[in-house]
């Protein structure tokens, strides 16, 4: 990916934090400008501090160094940050990662492939607070509140020994 895509994708990142109405700066000399190691954008909505690597592709997995993690990380650790790593693979929206939930080569650097970031990744409106992760249970509306109140009087009356089991396996079926 060419310097200008990825300043490019930055600057989008940037703009989309600001709508979702976070305080958002990127770093001008976030990369190789510099001798510091910065994050790429830092932001922050009054609740939640975030100083991110922010990494795009066309579709091959995205790989970073442990250098950059680590500095990353230690940056945010002393700014009062959470570390994320910002993915976006073209015709995708950015995903979010913790570091410490990305992929560990054998060659200690990090990989995100997008059928990873699809899957696994906190999505632009949960990472923003705009929504959050539901799961397939919740949306249906299954929700384990534990036994029903019919099977709970079998089982009392069975504990009691008002009832035998063949007869409790009839007056639940």
């Known amino acids: 990916m060419s310097q200008a895509k990825g300043d490019r994708r930055e600057r989008e990142l940037v703009n989309e934090l600001d709508e979702a109405g976070f305080a958002v700066m990127r770093a001008p000399a976030s990369g190789s400008a510099t001798e510091r190691e910065l994050p790429d954008v830092l932001a922050g909505d009054g609740e939640r501090f975030y100083?991110?690597?922010?990494?795009?592709?066309?579709?091959?997995?995205?790989?970073?160094?442990?250098?950059?993690?680590?500095?990353?990380?230690?940056?945010?650790?002393?700014f009062g940050a959470?570390?994320?790593?910002?993915?976006?693979?073209d015709r995708e929206d950015w995903y979010f990662f913790h570091p410490g939930d990305l992929y560990v080569t054998d060659g200690g650097n990090y990989r995100v492939k997008?059928?990873?970031?699809?899957?696994?990744?906190?999505?632009?409106?949960?990472?923003?607070g705009q929504s959050e992760k539901v799961t397939l249970?919740?949306?249906?509306?299954?929700?384990?509140?534990?036994?029903?109140?019919?099977?709970?009087?079998?089982?009392?009356?069975?504990?009691?020994?008002?009832?035998?089991?063949d007869e409790a396996a009839d007056a639940l079926e």
């Not at 970031?117 to 923003?128: I, V």
Request: charged letters at 35%; aromatic letters at 8%.
């Open 114 to 128: 997008k059928e990873t970031a699809l899957a696994e990744g906190t999505d632009f409106p949960e990472f923003t």
């Open 137 to 165: 249970e919740e949306a249906a509306g299954e929700t384990d509140d534990g036994p029903d109140e019919d099977l709970r009087r079998v089982l009392n009356a069975v504990k009691q020994g008002v009832m035998d089991v």
């Open 82 to 89: 959470k570390p994320r790593i910002g993915v976006r693979f």
């Open 51 to 78: 100083a991110i690597e922010a990494k795009s592709s066309s579709g091959d997995p995205i790989y970073l160094t442990g250098e950059e993690v680590e500095a990353l990380t230690f940056f945010a650790r002393n």
